[in-house]
């Protein structure tokens, strides 16, 4: 029995970093794409005039849930 507890706990804690470690690799890995990656910038040509109000009305919302960090690139519409 103090065995089996022993094994459990081993394994609990070997879970719990490799967890830790993926949560600190992730965050390394993002904040590294962010700072030397260049954000590549793509103009999209206005088909419909009627949709810049659509797409104004798209780019407030995520503007307003993201708080200023999220931005949209490209919207299409989906049939």
Excluded: C, W
């Excluded at 089996?4 to 804690?13: K, N």
């Excluded at 005039?49 to 490209?74: F, N």
Aim: no cysteine; net charge positive; proline share 3%.
């Amino acid at each position: 029995m103090n065995e089996a507890i022993s094994i459990m706990i081993v394994g609990m804690f070997t879970v719990f970093m490799i967890l830790f470690l993926i949560l600190i690799i992730g965050n390394v890995l993002i904040r590294l794409t962010n700072r030397y990656v260049p954000e590549t910038i793509v103009e999209s040509k206005k088909k419909n005039p009627s949709l810049d109000d659509t797409h104004a009305a798209i780019s407030a919302a995520i503007e307003l849930v993201s708080k200023g960090k999220g931005t949209a690139v490209k919207i299409e519409h989906i049939q």
